[in-house]
């Protein structure tokens, strides 16, 4: 792992956006591929100069929606079964994919869009949308604000890791590092918020019934 780590990383560091996209794809895909390895060393470059800051969050977002419309749509023409039977392969335990399955059943479209913004189910949530065939145009639009918002918040953390600790460029492992234990609090609030959503969502339905 730590070796593919330094691959994706120097994939960033001389392809640029091209870099970016096709590494943020595979992250929405079932392919692990961590956003940390990504979006914080391409902001650095935004902070030397050699990208655009909100270059950065654009190919972020358009490479994580891109992943997660194939991954929606592979799981879609598939079916719970084959994706069970082979998803073994690629680190997809049908335990995973049980979990996965379950948050979408109790957040609907919100779960999609929460997803987007936590660890773990980030990259397989595209999966069960695809196996219960949410309307896709929905899927699009959670997808794409979810992971704009991730974007630029690792955007924001990759660009104060560079005044900070310039370092990092020429260590992934401490970068990975570093911005976790940065964001751990945003994580902590992005779950406060999906746990009110959820109460919420729960009292109109009781309100309905």
Not at 21 to 47: K, Q, Y
Not at 90 to 105: G, I, N, P, V, Y
Not at 166 to 185: H, R, T, V
């Amino acid at each position: 792992m730590h070796h593919l780590i330094e691959i994706w990383f120097q994939w960033v560091l001389n392809w640029g956006y091209l870099g970016i996209i096709v590494l943020m794809a595979m992250e929405s895909s079932i392919f692990p591929v961590p956003s940390e390895v990504v979006i914080p060393p391409a902001a650095f470059l935004a902070a030397q100069g050699h990208l655009s800051f909100a270059g950065v969050v654009l190919a972020g977002t358009f490479g994580s929606y891109l992943g997660a419309a194939i991954t929606y749509w592979v799981a879609r023409a598939l079916g719970r079964p084959v994706i069970i039977r082979y998803g073994k392969w690629f680190l997809l335990s049908e335990e995973k994919l049980d979990r996965a399955e379950a948050w979408l059943a109790r957040y609907e479209a919100g779960g999609v869009f929460f997803a987007r913004l936590l660890p773990v189910i980030r990259h397989l949530i595209s999966i069960p949308a695809g196996i219960v065939r949410m309307r896709f145009g929905l899927f699009s639009a959670v997808t794409i604000i979810g992971s704009a918002i991730w974007c630029y918040i690792l955007a924001c953390l990759g660009y104060k890791a560079h005044e900070v600790r310039p370092d990092l460029i020429s260590n992934p492992d401490a970068m990975m590092a570093f911005i976790k234990d940065q964001s751990l609090w945003i994580v902590l609030l992005i779950l406060v918020l999906a746990v009110l959503y959820l109460i919420v969502m729960k009292l109109s339905a009781r309100r309905a019934v």
